[in-house]
């Protein structure tokens, strides 16, 4: 048997998304005025800063609980009001049990929408309707945590046994039943692992909605910044650390648990 | 056991039946034939002959393209809805892959024949009325596996997993059992006890029982009545203990061979 030859190699194709790319950082570089030099220059700034940042200031850590558990509670009822209504939402948009084509597109754009709008988008949206503070920002959470677990419970749903529906349908259940006793059942335990993730991106985005005036940690870390206080900024960062990574090392935890 | 039985017991009557597949393929043609109530008829054929779907045809499953389907004189529907729903409710089926929720437990699986029983939002909140719950932990008893109610179904072995399927179908109080190919995934010695466990539910509780095997021997020791599929034809129809091995030539349209026999090594 003949040795196969070599495929050809696609020199001018690697070289042209090279030029491409190069090209394309270039034109953003100039565009938005990126320079090293400029860093280089304000390092003396930056080091300042640093300095002042060092020590943390401990003694403001105790006022940090009552920030810290608002935060948790925005992300707990964001992910709780969206974990719920993201069920119907990645049902109705799993193909193979969609009770129609027709639902089936509606859901799937309405999906779409939710998840190209950024979760500053929403808190905006609903800070317009009930003012600034926890609740917006437990309502931007909710959209979020919709549109993050529906995505990935939609397709949980689409690998589902189909074999079971059946079952379901042969002795003589509804749409409902086939869904809650056929469908439901075979995939809980992702849907779990997809509700304790968007509680662990949940926690971050409400530190961000809270520098934007949803209250948490957020907030503060805003006030302190503005007046100029780092070292309680500091004290503030390394908080945050801490608990995000005790938050993301117990969801992991758990998730492994799962699957 | 003729074709054309006095109507009053028919349980089920296929005329003209026939099933064309939206691809072209011809599931079944022109059947015709009355099952009478109490009756256990296996049903063979080689792989494609049309065993699945003549079952299919009888719950709806697989809807008629000409002919009609009858179960107790009532059309089988065929657009889905409540009437479908409720010729199902009477029809309990039995699958090769047993088909059920692994990670739930065996009592919540047999729960699943009461379906059409109870409202939807109390079965799907597992809020089940006493009463089914009891019928369901009688089925359980009657296929002798009630002590494993509680186990969760997928950690069951092969046989213990097909008797909860048939426990699944008892539990909806069905006048007909369908069973498609239900011992093709099991051992030989398991098979004969879960073909046991349908006999002996056919004779006790006089349910219309109807068999899809495609091993002769097992067509031949426990069909009372043998109907032969061959390319969606009906090619035989008979008792079980008159079928030769002519006969399953021509249900197979070739010699039998090894494979088509269960090779009986312990019974």
């Known amino acids: 048997m003949n040795r196969p030859a070599p495929p050809p190699r696609r020199l001018g194709l690697w070289l042209t998304i090279l030029i491409g790319l190069g090209a394309m950082t270039a034109w953003s570089g100039i565009s938005i005025g990126f320079s090293v030099s400029e860093l280089v220059c304000n390092a003396a700034g930056g080091s300042r800063l640093l300095r002042e940042s060092w020590p943390p200031d401990f003694a403001f850590l105790p006022r940090l609980i009552g920030p810290f558990l608002e935060t948790v509670q925005i992300a707990l009822i964001g992910t709780v009001v969206g974990a719920v209504i993201a069920i119907p939402v990645a049902v109705l948009a799993a193909r193979p049990v969609s009770p129609n084509w027709l639902t089936w597109i509606l859901d799937r754009n309405f999906m779409n929408i939710l998840r190209t709008l950024p979760d500053l988008f929403w808190a905006m949206l609903f800070a317009t309707a009930v003012g600034f503070g926890p609740l917006a920002g437990a309502l931007a959470l909710s959209v979020f945590s919709v549109a993050v677990i529906s995505k990935l419970f939609s397709e949980s749903v689409e690998a589902i046994d189909l074999n079971l529906t059946e079952a379901v349908r042969a002795s003589g259940g509804s749409w409902l039943q086939m869904i809650g006793l056929g469908t439901l059942p075979q995939v809980w335990p992702q849907y779990a692992a997809y509700v304790l993730y968007a509680f662990e991106l949940n926690v971050r985005g409400s530190m961000v909605l809270g520098l934007v005036g949803a209250g948490g940690i957020g907030m503060i870390l805003e006030t302190q910044r503005a007046n100029f206080e780092y070292e309680r900024v500091t004290m503030i960062v390394l908080a945050v650390l801490v608990v995000v990574l005790l938050i993301e090392q117990f969801s992991i935890a758990v998730r492994r648990r799962l699957t | ?267």
């Open chain 2, 1 to 267: 056991m003729s074709a054309t039985a006095a109507s009053n017991d028919v349980m089920i009557r296929f005329r003209g039946a026939g099933v064309t597949y939206p691809n072209g393929v011809v599931g079944l043609q022109d059947v015709s034939l009355d099952i009478r109530q109490g009756e256990f008829v296996v049903i063979v054929g080689s792989s494609g002959a049309g065993k699945s779907t003549f079952l299919r045809t009888i719950n709806g499953l697989t809807p008629l393209s000409t002919g009609t389907v009858e179960v107790s004189g009532q059309p089988v529907p065929r657009r889905q809805g409540r009437d479908l729903r409720q010729l199902r409710a009477r029809i309990g089926m039995v699958f090769q892959d047993f088909r059920l929720v692994r990670r739930v437990s065996v009592l919540n699986n047999v729960l699943i024949g009461r379906v059409a029983r109870v409202a939807g939002w109390r079965s799907v909140l597992n809020l089940w009325p006493r009463a089914d719950v009891e019928l369901a932990f009688s089925a359980l008893e009657r296929v002798g596996i009630v002590d494993k109610a509680y186990t969760r179904a997928g950690e069951l072995s092969g046989g213990q997993q097909q008797r909860v399927g048939i426990a699944r179908a008892l539990a909806q109080e069905p006048e007909v059992i369908l069973a498609d190919e239900p011992v093709a995934s099991l051992d030989p010695v398991t098979c004969h006890q879960v073909m046991e466990d349908l006999l002996r539910i056919n004779r006790e509780l006089g349910i219309t029982t109807l068999v899809n095997l495609h091993f002769l021997d097992l067509a031949r020791r426990y069909g009372q009545r043998i109907i032969g599929l061959q390319q969606g034809r009906l090619v035989f129809d008979g008792a079980g203990r008159d079928v030769t091995d002519a006969d399953f030539q021509r249900i197979y349209g070739r010699r039998p061979e090894e494979d088509d026999f269960l090779q009986e090594a312990s019974t």
